[in-house]
């Protein structure tokens, strides 16, 4: 057994790939349960763009809605901005909200792809939940 293989289990709680054995403090290099020859190796693990991209194109368009739409509240139509003046502030908070997590997004991409699938998933429905937000404020200002 090489001392790479047996210093990495010394202290870790990992499976056996064949059986899910925890082989911590593992002597030898089979697998006392189901006696699979064990090897370290890196392995590579592909990097998932789809959610991301998706990710941020909700994020992005809940932003553009929120923030466009307070454009077209507040141009042209003085007379009515202080009726819809709770409604400017509450568009713009989200989206600047919004768009800060979009840049944030962008910043820590890398971190993103990190992530276990189940989170970037999460992400995707924040950004489906905040996209349905913005346009039903959008339509309750109309």
């Known amino acids: 057994?090489?001392?790479?293989?047996?210093?990495f289990l010394a202290d870790r709680d990992e499976p056996c790939p064949n059986c899910g054995y925890n082989l911590?403090?593992?002597r030898g290099a089979v697998c006392p349960e189901c006696k699979l020859e064990l090897s370290l190796s890196l392995q590579v693990t592909p990097y998932r763009q789809g959610l991301y991209t998706a990710t941020l194109l909700g994020m992005t368009a809940g932003a553009s809605f929120c923030l466009l739409w307070?454009?077209?509240l507040g141009y042209g139509r003085l007379d009515r901005l202080s009726y819809h003046a709770s409604e400017l502030?509450?568009?713009a908070g989200c989206g600047l909200v919004l768009a800060t997590v979009v840049g944030l997004l962008v910043l820590w991409r890398a971190r993103f792809l990190r992530q276990p699938l189940y989170l970037q998933w999460m992400f995707v429905m924040l950004a489906g939940i905040s996209l349905v937000v913005a346009v039903t404020m959008v339509i309750d200002t109309l």
């Open 1 to 7: 057994m090489s001392d790479t293989l047996r210093s």
């Open 24 to 26: 911590r403090g593992l």
């Open 70 to 72: 307070c454009g077209v």
């Open 89 to 91: 502030l509450v568009l």
